[in-house]
């Protein structure tokens, strides 16, 4: 240590102990060496990159009506859909699942609602806030060029 003990915190003395105890160890030193190793292992994956890539600039977007495949599907859905939810709606299993949901709704996840575990898992799977897009072109009052999209 260059400060005498009697000068740090019994904070700052405690971290400074258990640094010297852990910068000798080899269990602490294959443990680093093997998280190193994997965080590498990880990030040179296919599944990382593809999740953490840019997105194309050019995407194309197909719309799947138009397909052979899933558009009869589609089609399917569209006129069978009305038929069901009416059915449903005037049926006496509809209404009780409704009454069951608005109960368990009530009683369950409203509570749960207020729960710490809840609030973190909504915080952690929030999309994140987009960033701020820089103004270059309409910075200078005299500018008299529009913005691109």
């Known amino acids: 240590m260059s400060e005498e003990s009697g000068s740090l915190s019994p904070i700052e003395a405690v971290g400074e102990k258990i640094s010297a105890i852990t910068d000798g160890s080899r269990v602490i030193t294959t443990v680093r060496t093997l998280g190193a190793r ?8 296919y599944c990382y990159r593809w ?10 977007v197909i719309d799947l009506r138009e397909t052979y495949t899933i558009g009869p599907f589609i089609a399917l859905l569209d006129r069978i859909i009305p038929h069901v939810e009416h059915t449903w709606q005037h049926s006496r299993v509809g209404s009780v699942v409704k009454r069951v949901f608005e109960r368990l709704s009530e009683e369950v996840f409203d509570p749960l609602a207020e729960t710490r575990g809840y609030k973190f898992a909504v915080s952690v ?7 701020e897009r820089e103004r270059t072109t309409g910075d200078d009052p005299g500018s008299n060029e529009d913005e691109p999209f």
Not at 38 to 45: A, T
Not at 51 to 60: F, H, N, Q
Not at 125 to 131: K, Q, S, T
């Open 38 to 45: 994997m965080s590498g292992f990880v990030q040179e994956s």
């Open 51 to 60: 999740l953490t890539k840019e997105p194309d600039p050019e995407v194309i």
């Open 125 to 131: 799977l929030a999309p994140p806030e987009p960033p």
